[in-house]
């Protein structure tokens, strides 16, 4: 049971490249988030999904694209990468609100660089 | 304005030693309240959660108490570990899938 996959876990672009980041989890989950941390602060909502086909814009949603074609997998996609970008990106994945307990798990993290 | 404030940012102690982590709240409506832990390079793992009728809740050595009245939390870890080193994040939820995260309390545990 791989519970919440994300790939790649290390990526430097230059800016103004384009990337895309998988999340993948197996849990059966209904919702899924997307969500940034940059040192010295907490993490902050990118966009998220309440299921499939469906997206919705979090905190910092600027800059990035999110789909959610399959249930299983979460996408998170940078256009053209600003140095702003620069973070560990983290997904993760909960249970429908009806389960209520609201529990996240989470991925082992992306690291992305842009120069 | 929804926030979760946690003290100490920093906290160092000596391995056996007991502590105490603060995450005070202004959340609302409130559905949950949740501590984290993260390891250095890790995602964030859940230790507790409380909904508004729990006081307190155990997980091994790290205990969680919940104060809704005063919109307060804390989580006491027993006899410290070397292990126990990490991020301690305090995140409550409104519900509907909308969390709002504490900056995190870093411990460093020294043999």
């Known amino acids: 049971n791989a519970g919440v996959t994300q790939t790649p876990k290390f990526r430097v672009l230059k800016t103004g490249q384009s990337m895309t980041l998988l999340c993948a989890q197996d849990?059966?989950?209904?919702?899924m988030y997307w969500y940034r941390q940059d040192p010295g602060m907490g993490l902050r909502l990118i966009h998220y999904?309440?299921?499939?086909?469906?997206?919705a814009k979090g905190e910092v949603p600027d800059g990035y694209n999110v789909s959610r074609l399959k249930k299983q997998n979460f996408l998170l996609g940078l256009e053209s990468a600003a140095p702003s970008q620069t973070s560990v990106y983290f997904c993760?994945?909960?249970?429908?609100?009806?389960?209520?307990?609201?529990?996240?798990?989470f991925g082992e993290g992306s690291r992305l660089t842009v120069l | 304005k929804n926030q979760v404030e946690q003290s100490p940012q920093s906290l160092i102690i000596l391995e056996g030693k007991n502590c105490t982590l603060q995450?005070?709240?202004?959340?609302?409506?409130?559905?949950?309240l949740r501590w984290y832990k993260q390891d250095t390079g890790r995602g964030p793992v859940s230790l507790t959660i409380m909904t508004f009728s729990e006081n307190t809740k155990s997980n091994g050595r790290y205990t969680a108490t919940l104060d809704a009245d005063t919109k307060q939390s804390s989580l006491h870890i027993t006899a410290s570990q070397l292990s126990d080193s990490a991020s301690y994040i305090c995140v409550v939820s409104r519900g509907a899938g909308k969390s709002t995260f504490g900056d995190g309390t870093t411990l460093t545990v020294k043999p």
């Open positions: 999904s309440v299921g499939e086909g469906t997206t």
């Open positions: 993760a994945s909960s249970y429908s609100r009806l389960a209520n307990t609201g529990e996240l798990f």
């Open positions: 849990m059966n989950h209904e919702y």
């Open positions: 995450c005070n709240y202004t959340v609302s409506p409130f559905s949950n």
